[in-house]
T-cell receptor, first 112, second 111 residues
Framework: DGGITQSPKYLFRKEGQNVTLSCEQNLNHDAMYWYRQDPGQGLRLIYYSQIVNDFQKGDIAEGYSVSREKKESFPLTVTSAQKNPTAFYLC???????????FGPGTRLLVL | QKEVEQNSGPLSVPEGAIASLNCTYSDRGSQSFFWYRQYSGKSPELIMF????GDKEDGRFTAQLNKASQYVSLLIRDSQPSDSATYLCAVTGGGADGLTFGKGTHLIIQP
């Protein structure tokens, strides 16, 4: 069953804590992306990666970090430097940068 | 900075009528155009994509692209209550930095 999985579905962060959101795909896609969605807002790009061991900052990268050690995986860490992390986080992948992006089910991050 | 503009709505359409959703974009270099549907609390799912000027039809959905006027639209024929959702317009440019999304139009199909 091909697709994109994200875990966990809900994540709670305590102040000062780093948390990591998982994103895995078995579509053999080269490109992967992380977006953040706030209520009433569109999706905003956090980080993207076109190939293993390479990634680029998006529009709102401050307070976030990523890695791309495997083609299938693109985890996102929300660091303590991100002061307003409460949002819906969406991972996506595509064959190439101009191709259709397919989304995972999302992770909702809440602050305790 | 690429911008994608959509009317946030809500857009209310009677069941069985045609729903028309519009989107304008700022970057003349944009090459690919996408419509996603997003139900409340869920992730976006692709409805259609279009690359060339003109119309593209897929079942009840028609995407229309006019690059000279920098707008793209989505028509939904025979609207159903299950079409009630937020519709996101997205465009790509010449770079590798993913999609630029509009804020979406909230569509309500009234039974």
């Amino acid at each position: 069953d091909g697709g994109i999985t994200q875990s966990p579905k809900y994540l709670f962060r305590k102040e000062g804590q780093n948390v990591t959101l998982s994103c895995e795909q078995n579509l053999n896609h080269d490109a992967m992306y992380w977006y953040r969605q706030d209520p009433g807002q569109g999706l905003r790009l956090i980080y993207y990666s076109q190939i293993v061991n390479d990634f680029q900052k998006g529009d709102i990268a401050e307070g976030y970090s990523v890695s791309r050690e495997k083609k299938e995986s693109f985890p996102l860490t929300v660091t303590s430097a991100q002061k307003n992390p409460t949002a819906f986080y969406l991972c996506a992948s595509s064959i190439g940068s101009l191709e259709t992006q397919y989304f995972g089910p999302g992770t909702r991050l809440l602050v305790l | 900075q690429k911008e994608v503009e959509q009317n946030s709505g809500p857009l209310s359409v009677p069941e069985g009528a045609i729903a028309s959703l519009n989107c304008t974009y700022s970057d003349r270099g944009s090459q690919s155009f996408f419509w996603y549907r997003q139900y409340s609390g869920k992730s976006p799912e692709l409805i259609m994509f279009i690359y060339s000027n003109g119309d593209k039809e897929d079942g009840r959905f028609t995407a229309q692209l006019n690059k000279a006027s920098q707008y793209v639209s989505l028509l939904i024929r025979d609207s159903q209550p299950s079409d009630s959702a937020t519709y996101l317009c997205a465009v790509t440019g010449g770079g590798a930095d993913g999609l630029t999304f509009g804020k979406g139009t909230h569509l309500i199909i009234q039974p």
